[in-house]
């Protein structure tokens, strides 16, 4: 008996010291300190000089922990338990957040770098008056190309994907709503359409498409296009800039008929405890001189007009990642589709990927 | 009174391991059917079950997931069998099982990414194919490497079970057959062979059932040229937030590795649990 109860005593004792541990991780998921601030964001997402720098400045120490999906992202901030100040949702997402009443409105009071940012990135659908967010990066969704392979300039609609001499030579980026997406655009058709007979036609193009694709893979497809492993890929302009650091006989183009312009913004979760030090990050970001070294750094596209105009000639007239206006013109916004919706789009997307 | 004792230790022994299987074994496979009962409004519902079989989609995909596990389980016998026999021929069998077990020491996505360099058109492989005059092919993304990293992944654990039941095969038994004038393809397809069916079978059950949810490498290797029933079931829970009909898809999958288990189960039974855990 005296075994049996030494067995169960034991088994207590792991269970509590197993309950601690996780008590003791939960608490330290965003730290509770006063002088913090708990950024969660996406991984590599902002330079940490600019966080020391951040710290040197005003003394608030900046605790990142960092997610891979928006979709993490919110049912982590859901379920609660966490005390993150700030998070980067892209637009979608800012929509859906807003909706689950998971967002806290910005006091317009207390920012002061909010007439830097360029009046084409504010008050967009996604969140009118920018009532709840504060752009942190945009970019598109575009096609890169080895020069080695593709004559440069003989790709610049999404159609030219669908020529025959690049069979088996196109890589896609494994999203639902980015690659039926580009498919409606090429037909000129609304990348956030929910009309089942047209979604049914996208995926009948993309059908055709497949004896041209080659693989259909996520991050990966940086290694891939770096390594001259494919000819072409369909991605995101964040992941196009580091392809072309890697490699440069790669060039990005956005399809000039429409292609999906995409939005990741600042914004205070209802799980936020540090205003002061997160009214403080918010203007710090805002400053041109640190908004231009972000996005040096990141290689993203910055949404303030008084950084970009501090960024290198280079960058700055740099086409591939700051188009025209008339293609910015024709570029969409994701909306946040009701999941029956998504998984409309998921269906047929499953769909062509059996049949490719 | 010590007979008392003894028992009450043993039943202690037990509350471990009855704990671990309730929570993290019968648990988890109730949620999953209690889950797969509802649709995305979280409404109790039948039609999930509906639209998995009246799919052609998914129907398809649960053809091509057997079939692919299928492949991969017959090209591990094909390489784990032989070997296994040479195994308990050699002098020193534990250490070239250990050097065999190895690659199971290795994380599964760095065994990917390393079939990534090899594979790919600069890769190791591609190199070989140039010098020996064939000319560089596409190697990535095709079924064939899709099924040899596959098969590679899954060899350790076919061939521990047949060597074990070939190395408790009695050496009398081959001698007698010979000694009886049995010619060596009829000692091994009537002695050998079905005397060391217990290893096969348990082989292929450790074999078989992880193949039809495999969905790292269908992405990985395969490019998602080849979609399996994993892949779904990722999409379900991660994008779509569906996750009533990931979960119906889940339980498909877990009577699927019951008929396996149940077809491939049988006599071998006591054989097979000796041969895995040994």
Same mark, same amino acid.
């Given at each position: 008996m005296k075994k049996l109860f030494s067995v169960i005593i034991a088994l207590f004792a792991v269970c509590g010291l197993l309950a601690f541990g996780a008590h003791h991780l939960q608490s330290s998921t965003g730290s509770t300190g006063s002088k913090v601030l708990n950024l969660y964001t996406w991984g590599d997402y902002i330079d940490p000089n600019l966080l020391k720098k951040f710290?040197? %400045?005003?003394?608030? @120490?900046?605790?990142? +922990?960092?997610?891979?999906?928006? +979709?993490?992202?919110?049912?982590?901030?859901?379920?609660?338990?966490?005390?993150?100040?700030?998070?980067?949702?892209?637009?979608? *997402?800012?929509?859906?957040?807003?909706?689950?009443?998971?967002?806290?409105?910005?006091?317009?009071?207390?920012?002061?770098? *909010?007439?830097?940012? !360029?009046?084409?990135?504010?008050?967009?659908?996604?969140?009118? &008056?920018?009532?709840?967010?504060?752009?942190?990066?945009? =970019?598109? /969704? =575009?096609?890169?190309?080895?020069?080695?392979?593709?004559?440069? =300039?003989?790709?610049? @609609?999404?159609? !030219?994907?669908?020529?025959?001499?690049?069979?088996?030579?196109?890589?896609?980026?494994?999203?639902?709503?980015?690659? *039926?997406?580009?498919?409606?655009?090429?037909?000129?058709?609304?990348?956030?359409?929910?009309?089942?007979?047209?979604? /049914?036609?996208?995926?009948?193009? /993309?059908?055709?498409?497949?004896?041209n694709v080659k693989a259909v893979v996520a &991050? %990966?497809?940086?290694?891939? *296009?770096?390594?001259? +492993?494919?000819?072409?890929?369909? &991605?995101?302009?964040?992941?196009?800039?580091?392809?072309?650091?890697?490699?440069? @006989?790669l060039h990005y183009v956005v399809p000039s008929e429409g292609s999906n312009l995409w939005f990741d913004n600042l914004v205070i979760p209802?799980?936020?405890?540090?205003?002061?030090?997160?009214?403080?990050? /918010?203007?710090?970001?805002?400053?041109?001189?640190?908004?231009?070294?972000?996005? %040096?750094?990141? =290689?993203?596209?910055?949404?303030?007009?008084?950084?970009?105009?501090?960024?290198?000639?280079?960058?700055?007239?740099?086409?591939?990642?700051?188009? !025209?206006?008339?293609?910015?013109?024709?570029?969409?916004?994701?909306?946040?589709?009701?999941?029956?919706?998504?998984?409309?789009?998921? &269906?047929?997307?499953?769909?062509?990927?059996? @049949?490719? | 009174m010590q007979r008392k004792q003894r028992l009450s230790r043993n039943t202690a022994y037990f509350v471990p391991y009855t704990l671990w299987i309730l929570l993290f074994v019968i648990a988890p496979v109730l949620l999953l059917i209690y889950q797969s009962f509802f649709n995305i409004d979280g409404q109790f519902t039948f039609a999930n079950y509906q639209t998995y079989f009246s799919s052609s989609t998914y129907l398809m995909m649960t053809v091509n997931s057997v079939w692919y596990a299928f492949l991969i389980t017959l090209a591990t016998l094909l390489i784990s069998y032989p070997?296994?026999?040479?195994?308990?021929?050699?002098?020193? $069998?534990?250490?070239?099982?250990?050097?065999?077990?190895? $690659?199971?020491?290795?994380?599964?996505?760095?065994?990917?990414y390393a079939f990534i360099g090899i594979f790919s058109q600069a890769g190791i492989a591609n190199q070989f194919l140039s010098f020996i005059g064939i000319g560089p092919k596409q190697l990535l993304f095709t079924n064939f490497s899709f099924i040899f990293v596959a098969a590679y992944i899954q060899i350790p654990f076919m061939v521990l079970p047949i060597y074990n039941s070939i190395s408790e095969l009695k050496p009398s038994y081959v001698n007698a057959s010979r000694d009886l004038g049995a010619t060596n393809w009829q000692t091994f397809s009537r002695v050998i062979f079905p005397l060391t069916l217990p290893g096969v079978k348990a082989g292929i059950q450790a074999v078989f059932i992880p193949s039809l949810s495999l969905f790292m490498l269908t992405r990985l290797i395969g490019g998602n040229k080849v979609i399996t029933l994993g892949t779904a079931i990722e999409e379900h829970f991660l994008t779509t937030m569906n996750w009533g009909m990931g979960s119906t898809i889940g339980v498909v999958l877990i009577v699927a590795m019951v008929i396996i288990m149940w077809l491939t189960g049988g006599s071998g039974k006591r054989h097979a649990r000796k041969g895995l855990t040994k």
């Open positions: 710290q040197k %400045e005003t003394g608030y @120490h900046v605790n990142v +922990e960092t997610f891979d999906s928006n +979709e993490a992202m919110f049912t982590k901030i859901k379920q609660g338990g966490t005390s993150y100040d700030l998070t980067v949702p892209s637009d979608y *997402m800012i929509e859906k957040m807003k909706e689950a009443k998971l967002l806290l409105p910005l006091d317009k009071s207390k920012l002061t770098g *909010m007439q830097n940012y !360029d009046s084409r990135f504010m008050n967009l659908a996604f969140d009118r &008056d920018n009532k709840y967010s504060v752009p942190y990066f945009w =970019g598109t /969704l =575009g096609i890169i190309y080895n020069d080695k392979y593709v004559k440069p =300039g003989s790709i610049q @609609h999404w159609n !030219d994907l669908w020529e025959q001499k690049y069979q088996n030579k196109i890589m896609l980026i494994d999203s639902a709503r980015d690659v *039926m997406g580009f498919s409606l655009a090429s037909m000129g058709k609304s990348m956030n359409t929910t009309d089942p007979a047209t979604l /049914l036609a996208a995926e009948n193009k /993309l059908n055709r498409l497949a004896p &991050d %990966e497809i940086k290694m891939y *296009m770096i390594q001259n +492993e494919a000819a072409v890929a369909v &991605d995101w302009s964040g992941e196009a800039s580091e392809m072309l650091d890697g490699n440069s @006989h209802k799980t936020a405890k540090h205003f002061k030090a997160i009214y403080a990050f /918010l203007n710090f970001m805002s400053e041109p001189k640190n908004a231009a070294q972000n996005a %040096e750094y990141i =290689g993203y596209a910055t949404p303030n007009k008084k950084a970009k105009a501090l960024l290198p000639k280079a960058i700055r007239n740099d086409r591939q990642f700051y188009p !025209d206006n008339q293609t910015i013109k024709h570029l969409q916004i994701y909306q946040n589709l009701s999941p029956e919706k998504v998984g409309l789009y998921n &269906d047929r997307y499953l769909e062509f990927k059996m @049949h490719h | 070997t296994a026999y040479l195994l308990n021929e050699t002098k020193h $069998p534990q250490l070239w099982l250990l050097l065999i077990i190895m $690659p199971t020491w290795i994380n599964l996505l760095l065994k990917a």
